[in-house]
């Protein structure tokens, strides 16, 4: 498995933009597919974007697709997830995720896999 950290959640005004960064270690990076996800109270986790091992292959949800990069530095063990436009139903708790075993395609599904990171809280007001 992959340990991961999550930072650079916080407060924004709706409009306003945030970086996330999610630190890998203890496994090679490059080996992992990574995800970002977020879950809101009272409602379950969904995909917000996804990076293949590479970094050549992105996939996003339909509610973030135009306002939302995903991207990562294999050399620096880190993938970030670049919000802008944000609204306030973006509010969630947003997770970094690894997937070492599915290949040829960028997995979207939480059950997918198989290491999380803690979380980090996000608040767009309005």
């Known amino acids: 498995q992959v340990q991961l950290v999550e930072s650079g959640g916080g407060l924004v005004q709706a409009g306003g933009s945030l970086r996330l960064s999610c630190a890998a270690s203890g496994r090679t990076f490059s080996s992992f597919a990574m995800g970002w996800f977020r879950q809101a109270p009272g409602k379950e986790r969904e995909f917000v974007a996804a990076?293949?091992?590479?970094?050549?292959?992105?996939y996003y949800a339909d509610s973030v697709k135009g306002r939302f990069t995903i991207s990562r530095d294999n050399a620096k063990n880190t993938v970030y997830l670049q919000m802008s436009s944000l609204k306030p139903e973006d509010t969630a708790v947003y997770y970094c995720?690894?997937?070492?075993?599915?290949?040829?395609?960028?997995?979207?599904?939480?059950?997918?896999?198989?290491?999380w990171g803690q979380g980090t809280q996000v608040t767009v007001s309005s």
């Open positions: 995720a690894a997937d070492q075993t599915s290949w040829g395609y960028v997995p979207a599904k939480p059950k997918e896999y198989d290491s």
């Open positions: 990076i293949s091992r590479s970094g050549g292959g992105t």
